[in-house]
């Protein structure tokens, strides 16, 4: 291996080219080993070379040279004047009376006003962009599908003025064969007529020529000859074939007779794109830190809930270690997600990261039917709704209280919104309906049940639950199974977006969504049971990235007040604690 071409070789002295880099030159910027520094020195006297360890490269601020006094560095800056001085220029008394600042004062100032430069670049600009030209990309892959559409609908119309020509065609032939068969039928009565007679003729030339041999004066006596009957010619039929008259094809009129297209041209959006914020000053309010996502999302810890003796279903955060669960039977339980020292010291070594979730308290249903969801509040109290009773509830230092019960509807999902509202899912009794209500306390405050055009928003008739999540932005999403979607509204219920996967899989992994939740920054994140994953988008519906972390049928989701993602696993039941964002 040539060690000057390898990519894996280390660097190397620039002045000897064969020597380990030690040391380098603040100054040139120029890489050394010991052996070199002195010929380094020895090479330019002019210039105040400064050596440190490579390793403290670049540590050294590089002063400009001033441009009145050859040679001296520029130390000092001038405010009024805006140009950096040295120490010669303050002495000549050029800059008499003006406000003089340390060169690294200014230096430092500088950076603070291009570092906040570079954070909105890196973390609102750059990002909008990306945003845009994804939104770009998926309008060109919308409108692919729209004009494939367009094109199939021209085509399909097409064959159907086909098939009318074609069965125009056939009656308008038929229609001929019946006139001609009617006419050759009374053509060939008429011959037969003339046939007749011309047969009578030729019997009567006969017998003529017979009485006109003979020499029997009787028979010339008592012969009766007549010609008159003959005389009398048949009518004669004048018929003729009828004649097609072919309608006229006028290009204008017959392209507008067939359909024609409405026009279109690309106008701006009077609303436009915003700008993706980002926290970079005081002045930026209560605006969330702008949070970047992990290149690989990991796995904190894990738990165990064999507690559950079939399944786990849902979850849901007390605290950054505590959460709820529900599973198969009537119990709602909390566990801890603390793990001890001996255990914190075996995980970080890989032999294994699963322990038994610590069992902090257990609480029955009321009515001992198993809960469908369950929710921490913004008083820390839990609420969870009863499916088969058709109530909700609140558990108020152990003790369970009703606060709502439906008629001919049944509660499945729910979610605490930021303003304290509850957001219920349900569906109607005959599961023929779907909806989303909000309550204040046990006032139904809105419900969100049809689109504009009077269309249900969510599937109906299925036996899967719509869990539910409120955004940052206050949309509210919905995963819905059976639609194989997340349907996402804004806080007045109109239609946002429907999401319905990620094209990269093959069309036979189908998107199924379950358990649904959002963080800081606005992420919706869904757990995909299917593909055995979770889905992460943006609060506009475009894909950003999976999350995988060898889960195995991921079933519901929850957040912490830090972004962690708790993710319940349905068959293995187990929590996994995952860290997805620095």
């Keep these: ?22 040391m380098h030159c603040d100054t040139c910027l120029v890489n050394l080993c010991k052996a070199c520094v002195g010929e380094h020195f020895a090479a330019d006297l002019s210039k105040p070379h400064k050596i440190v360890d490579f390793k403290d490269r670049k540590s050294t601020p590089l002063y400009p040279v001033c441009t009145t006094h050859d040679k001296q560095q520029c130390q000092m800056y001038c405010r009024q004047c805006n140009i950096s001085v040295c120490t010669k220029c303050v002495a000549s008394h050029q800059h008499l009376g003006h406000k003089l600042s340390e060169i690294l004062e200014v230096l430092e100032e500088r950076k603070d006003k291009i570092i906040k430069v570079q954070i909105e670049l890196n973390e609102a600009i750059y990002p909008t962009y990306q945003g845009i030209a994804s939104d770009v990309k998926n309008r060109m892959s919308q409108l692919e ?22 069965k125009l065609v056939k009656n308008l032939k038929a229609e001929v064969d019946e006139m001609k068969n009617t006419q050759i039928q ?31 004066i009787s028979k010339l006596l008592s012969a009766t000859c007549t010609v008159d009957e003959y005389k009398h010619l048949p009518h004669k039929f004048v018929l003729s074939s009828p004649t097609f008259i072919p309608g006229k094809i006028h290009g204008e009129q017959f392209s507008k007779l067939f359909g024609t297209l ?34 690989e999302p990991e796995t904190v810890t894990t738990i165990d809930t064999s507690c559950f003796k079939y399944y786990l279903e849902t979850v849901a955060c007390l605290s950054d270690e505590a959460i709820w669960a529900i599973g198969d039977d009537s119990t709602m339980k909390l566990f801890s997600m603390k793990q001890g020292s001996l255990f914190e010291s075996i995980r970080t070594m890989n032999f294994f990261s699963i322990s038994q979730g610590s069992l902090l308290k257990s609480i029955t249903t009321r009515s001992w039917n198993r809960p469908w969801d369950i929710a921490v509040i913004k ?13 909700v509830n609140i558990v108020k230092n152990e003790k369970i209280e009703e606060i709502i019960r439906l008629q001919n509807w049944k509660p499945s ?11 219920v899912t349900m569906e109607k009794d005959d599961r023929k309906q779907s909806k989303v209500v909000r309550y204040s306390g046990s006032t139904q405050k809105q419900t969100i049940q049809f689109d504009d055009e009077g269309k249900p928003l969510y599937s109906s008739g299925g036996y899967e639950i719509k869990h539910i999540s409120e955004n940052k932005n206050l949309d509210i999403c919905v995963s819905d199974l059976s639609a194989k979607a997340i349907v996402v509204v804004n806080q007045s219920g109109k239609l946002r977006f429907r999401y319905t996967g990620h094209t990269p899989f093959a069309m036979k992994d189908l998107f199924k969504p379950r358990g649904i939740t959002t963080d800081s920054q606005s992420h919706i994140l869904t757990a995909d049971y299917g593909k055995g994953c979770v889905h992460i988008i943006d609060q506009d519906g475009h ?13 519901a989701l929850c957040t912490d007040t830090s972004d962690n993602l708790f993710v319940a696993q349905y068959w293995k039941r187990q929590v996994k604690k995952i860290k997805y964002q620095q």
Excluded at 193 to 213: C, M, Q, S, T, Y
Excluded at 379 to 391: A, H, R
Aim: net charge negative; charged share 25%; aromatic share 6%.
């Design 413 to 423: 999902c729910i979610c605490n919104s930021s303003s304290g509202d509850l957001l």
């Design 379 to 391: 008083s820390g109290d839990l609420v969870y709704t009863d499916y088969d009773d058709k109530t």
């Design 1 to 22: 291996m040539n060690p000057r071409t390898s990519v894996q070789d280390v660097m190397r002295c620039d002045l000897c080219e064969i020597a380990i880099v030690q």
């Design 262 to 295: 409405t026009s279109t041209s690309p106008s701006p959006d009077e609303n436009g794109y915003s700008m993706k914020t980002t926290h970079i000053s005081p002045e930026a309010g209560s605006s969330p830190q702008v949070k970047q996502l992990l290149d």
């Design 186 to 216: 009374t053509l060939q009565k008429h011959l037969d007529e003339i046939n007749k007679k011309l047969f009578n003729l030729r019997e009567e030339i006969h017998l003529i020529d017979i009485i006109v041999e003979s020499q029997d």
């Design 145 to 166: 599908n729209e004009y494939g559409v367009l094109s199939t609908a021209i085509t399909k119309h097409g064959k159907n003025w086909h098939r009318e020509i074609d």
């Design 543 to 555: 894909f950003i990235r999976y999350i995988h972390c060898e889960l195995s049928d991921p079933w």
